[in-house]
């Protein structure tokens, strides 16, 4: 059971890494691709003002809001809370003593989850105010 536990554990910290690494690596190319639309335009003679410029390198093109970000993100957190319970009540059928530590992942996750949403609201705010 000990090293099925830590193969599984290994696991699941290279399947983190690869995504970590994943996204990196798209930031990357994006910033890259993004470059290389200013050098062409550069080298083709034409002129550029700022406005384009910064709505270019700007992430997601000048679309990305932190609030719905932190919102969106809240909103699939939480939806996770009620898998992970579910999870535990069928492993609990192999190994009891589970369930109260998916109970508690579980919990976790939610109060995770409302604190992204919470933080979403806060940042919601900070938009209004700089608008007004």
Same mark, same amino acid.
Request: glycine share 14%.
């Given at each position: 059971?000990?090293?099925?536990? *830590?193969? *599984?554990?290994?696991?699941?910290?290279?399947?983190?890494? &690869?995504?970590?690494?994943?996204?990196? $690596?798209? /930031?990357?190319?994006?910033?890259?691709?993004?470059?290389?639309?200013?050098?062409?335009?550069?080298? #083709?003679?034409?002129? %550029? /003002? #700022?406005?384009?410029?910064?709505?270019?390198?700007? =992430?997601?093109?000048?679309? #990305?809001?932190?609030?719905? /970000?932190?919102? =969106? #993100?809240?909103?699939?957190?939480?939806?996770?809370?009620?898998?992970? &319970?579910?999870? *535990? $009540?069928?492993?609990?059928?192999?190994?009891?003593?589970?369930?109260?530590?998916?109970?508690? =992942?579980? %919990?976790?996750?939610?109060?995770?989850?409302?604190?992204?949403?919470?933080?979403?609201?806060?940042?919601?705010? $900070?938009?209004?105010? /700089?608008?007004?």
């Amino acid at each position: 059971m000990g090293t099925a536990a *830590g193969l *599984g554990a290994l696991g699941f910290w290279l399947f983190i890494g &690869a995504i970590v690494v994943a996204g990196i $690596w798209f /930031d990357v190319r994006r910033r890259e691709t993004e470059q290389e639309t200013l050098r062409r335009v550069v080298e #083709s003679g034409q002129t %550029i /003002d #700022s406005a384009v410029i910064d709505k270019l390198l700007k =992430v997601g093109g000048g679309q #990305s809001r932190t609030d719905r /970000d932190l919102k =969106v #993100s809240g909103l699939i957190v939480i939806s996770l809370a009620p898998g992970i &319970a579910i999870l *535990g $009540w069928f492993l609990a059928k192999l190994q009891p003593e589970v369930l109260s530590v998916m109970l508690g =992942v579980a %919990i976790l996750l939610g109060l995770l989850g409302i604190g992204l949403l919470i933080a979403g609201k806060v940042a919601e705010r $900070w938009y209004e105010e /700089d608008r007004g």
